[in-house]
């Protein structure tokens, strides 16, 4: 009797090892967002992709209460660096619109706050984690997919936030700049998603790069964000690798 269920056991051990060795999938490369982009991000597939984007969205920052963002919110619309910002108002109303599709796929659609202020030199950036900032003019030269595109590279840097702080302190410009190409390779996924052109984010970039020319403004000297040529080439090689 005891041998047999021995024998049952063991057997259940085998079957259940063949049974994974046959679930395993024929590459063995895995998508991770912890891989460097020049290094093999994205190894895998899309759909490899998908499952752990949900995942990274689950294990985000905890959302920030309501009256802390409240107070966040009147400190900012009290900043006179914005001249005439606004988190109300028609403009914020038809560009919370263009955004939702993106705002949703973030899972976002709720918390994430739209503010926009009056200068026709093109800006964007993310204020205390949960509110984007646009000036006029980005979206003055921006399409609506572009706007989306900016906009999910924006929510992207959620991922990446402790590993964003990490390199702050350290004063690591170069991983800074992986994190910036981890953010566009997401947004271009999550273009993708949106049925919409996965480069659409360094068209944004580049765009914003050209107004800059054309209105003979040089631009900044940024060690924390790669030029946008060596962005849209490290795109371009990481949406290459990914499979469907
Ligand atoms: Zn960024």
Known sequence: MKNTLKTIF????????????????????????????SDDLPAGTETAFNREFETQLANRYPELPKGQRE??????????????????????AKLKTTLMPILKLFKR????????????????ATYNEFTIVF????????????LR????????????MKDFEAAIKAKDFAAMQQIELKCDFVAAQIS??????????VEAV?????????????AQPNDSHPEPAEREKALKAALK???N
């Open 10 to 37: 063991t057997a259940a051990a085998v079957t259940l090892f063949l049974l994974s060795i046959l679930t395993t999938p024929a590459t063995a490369k895995i998508f991770s967002f912890n891989n460097s982009v």
């Open 71 to 92: 107070r966040y919110t009147a400190e900012l619309l009290a900043n006179q660096n914005f001249k005439a910002i606004t988190t109300t108002g028609d403009k914020v």
């Open 109 to 124: 659609e709720n918390y994430t706050e739209i503010a926009v202020f009056e200068s026709s030199r093109p800006f964007v």
């Open 135 to 146: 000036s006029t003019g980005e979206l003055d030269i921006l399409t609506d997919e572009q």
């Open 149 to 160: 595109g900016v906009a999910a590279h924006e929510l992207a840097h959620d991922i990446f």
């Open 192 to 201: 993708r998603t949106n049925g919409e052109n996965p480069l659409a984010v």
């Open 206 to 218: 580049k765009a914003m790069r050209r107004w800059l020319a054309e209105n003979g403004i040089a």
């Open 241 to 243: 690798n990914l499979k």
